[in-house]
Protein backbone atom coordinates (compact mmCIF):
# COMPACT_ATOMS: atom_id res chain seq x y z
CA UNK A 1 0.00 0.00 0.00
CA UNK A 2 1.27 3.22 -0.97
CA UNK A 3 -0.10 6.45 0.58
CA UNK A 4 0.46 10.09 -0.86
CA UNK A 5 -1.03 13.00 1.53
CA UNK A 6 -1.00 16.99 -0.10
CA UNK A 7 -2.84 19.70 1.20
CA UNK A 8 -0.12 21.72 3.60
CA UNK A 9 0.32 24.55 3.73
CA UNK A 10 0.50 28.21 5.64
CA UNK A 11 -2.52 29.87 7.01
CA UNK A 12 -3.59 32.03 9.60
CA UNK A 13 -5.60 31.50 12.81
CA UNK A 14 -9.28 30.33 12.39
CA UNK A 15 -8.74 29.85 9.42
CA UNK A 16 -9.06 26.16 7.44
CA UNK A 17 -7.36 23.74 5.60
CA UNK A 18 -8.19 19.85 3.81
CA UNK A 19 -5.86 17.38 3.50
CA UNK A 20 -5.98 14.53 1.14
CA UNK A 21 -4.26 10.94 1.26
CA UNK A 22 -4.80 8.52 -1.74
CA UNK A 23 -4.22 5.18 -1.00
CA UNK A 24 -3.35 2.90 -4.00
CA UNK A 25 -1.75 -0.80 -4.28
CA UNK A 26 -3.24 -3.62 -2.57
CA UNK A 27 -6.11 -1.77 -0.37
CA UNK A 28 -8.83 -3.71 0.85
CA UNK A 29 -11.93 -2.74 3.46
CA UNK A 30 -9.94 -4.46 6.50
CA UNK A 31 -8.30 -1.46 6.65
CA UNK A 32 -8.18 1.76 9.22
CA UNK A 33 -6.59 5.13 7.89
CA UNK A 34 -5.26 7.81 10.55
CA UNK A 35 -3.54 10.87 10.61
CA UNK A 36 -0.79 11.86 12.94
CA UNK A 37 1.54 15.01 13.53
CA UNK A 38 4.89 16.06 14.60
CA UNK A 39 5.36 19.45 15.75
CA UNK A 40 9.06 20.57 16.03
CA UNK A 41 10.55 19.09 19.33
CA UNK A 42 8.09 16.96 20.17
CA UNK A 43 6.68 13.51 19.37
CA UNK A 44 4.19 12.16 16.60
CA UNK A 45 0.76 12.02 18.32
CA UNK A 46 -2.40 10.91 17.08
CA UNK A 47 -5.07 13.02 15.32
CA UNK A 48 -7.73 11.36 13.60
CA UNK A 49 -8.74 7.91 12.20
CA UNK A 50 -11.43 6.55 10.27
CA UNK A 51 -12.23 2.37 10.04
CA UNK A 52 -12.93 2.29 6.39
CA UNK A 53 -15.64 -0.41 6.54
CA UNK A 54 -18.14 2.27 8.12
CA UNK A 55 -16.78 5.15 8.20
CA UNK A 56 -16.49 5.07 12.25
CA UNK A 57 -14.26 8.30 13.30
CA UNK A 58 -11.49 8.51 15.93
CA UNK A 59 -10.59 11.82 17.39
CA UNK A 60 -7.68 13.39 19.73
CA UNK A 61 -9.31 15.38 22.31
CA UNK A 62 -7.32 18.52 20.70
CA UNK A 63 -8.60 18.34 17.70
CA UNK A 64 -12.45 17.46 18.64
CA UNK A 65 -15.10 19.68 17.21
CA UNK A 66 -12.69 21.40 14.94
CA UNK A 67 -11.26 18.39 12.47
CA UNK A 68 -13.06 15.86 10.51
CA UNK A 69 -11.95 12.81 8.73
CA UNK A 70 -13.71 11.32 5.82
CA UNK A 71 -12.85 8.68 3.54
CA UNK A 72 -14.37 8.37 -0.16
CA UNK A 73 -13.99 5.06 -1.37
CA UNK A 74 -14.85 5.28 -5.08
CA UNK A 75 -11.56 7.48 -4.95
CA UNK A 76 -9.68 5.49 -2.45
CA UNK A 77 -9.04 8.63 -0.72
CA UNK A 78 -8.95 10.03 2.82
CA UNK A 79 -9.79 13.56 4.04
CA UNK A 80 -9.19 15.41 7.05
CA UNK A 81 -11.37 18.92 7.03
CA UNK A 82 -9.18 21.71 9.65
CA UNK A 83 -11.50 24.04 10.33
CA UNK A 84 -10.42 26.95 13.41
CA UNK A 85 -7.04 26.37 13.15
CA UNK A 86 -4.87 27.50 16.09
CA UNK A 87 -0.82 27.87 16.02
CA UNK A 88 -0.75 25.20 18.08
CA UNK A 89 -1.98 22.85 15.05
CA UNK A 90 1.38 23.51 13.33
CA UNK A 91 3.39 20.25 12.32
CA UNK A 92 4.06 18.00 9.69
CA UNK A 93 0.98 15.72 8.91
CA UNK A 94 1.49 12.33 7.98
CA UNK A 95 -1.36 9.89 6.67
CA UNK A 96 -1.24 6.35 7.68
CA UNK A 97 -2.77 3.12 6.71
CA UNK A 98 -3.11 -0.21 9.73
CA UNK A 99 -4.56 -3.15 8.19
CA UNK A 100 -6.68 -4.38 11.16
CA UNK A 101 -7.28 -8.22 11.63
CA UNK A 102 -10.94 -7.98 10.71
CA UNK A 103 -13.17 -5.38 9.00
CA UNK A 104 -14.59 -4.71 12.19
CA UNK A 105 -11.52 -4.86 14.44
CA UNK A 106 -11.50 -1.89 17.04
CA UNK A 107 -9.37 1.37 15.38
CA UNK A 108 -6.53 2.23 17.75
CA UNK A 109 -4.62 5.62 18.16
CA UNK A 110 -1.34 3.85 18.75
CA UNK A 111 1.24 4.85 15.88
CA UNK A 112 3.42 1.72 16.17
CA UNK A 113 0.49 -0.34 15.13
CA UNK A 114 -0.18 1.54 11.77
CA UNK A 115 1.37 -0.49 8.97
CA UNK A 116 2.20 1.92 5.97
CA UNK A 117 3.08 5.88 6.30
CA UNK A 118 3.27 8.29 3.68
CA UNK A 119 5.39 11.21 3.35
CA UNK A 120 4.50 14.18 5.30
CA UNK A 121 2.77 17.59 4.43
CA UNK A 122 3.64 20.56 6.12
CA UNK A 123 0.99 23.16 7.89
CA UNK A 124 1.84 25.71 9.55
CA UNK A 125 -0.57 28.29 11.34
CA UNK A 126 0.51 31.69 12.47
CA UNK A 127 -0.99 33.37 14.82
Known amino acids: VQLQASGGGSVQAGGSLRLACIAS????????MGWFRQAPGKEREFVAAVRWVDGSTYYADSVKGRFTISRDNAKNTVYLQMNSLKPEDTAVYYCAADRLRSIWSVVTTYEGEYDYWGQGTLVTVSS
Open 25 to 32: GRTASNYA
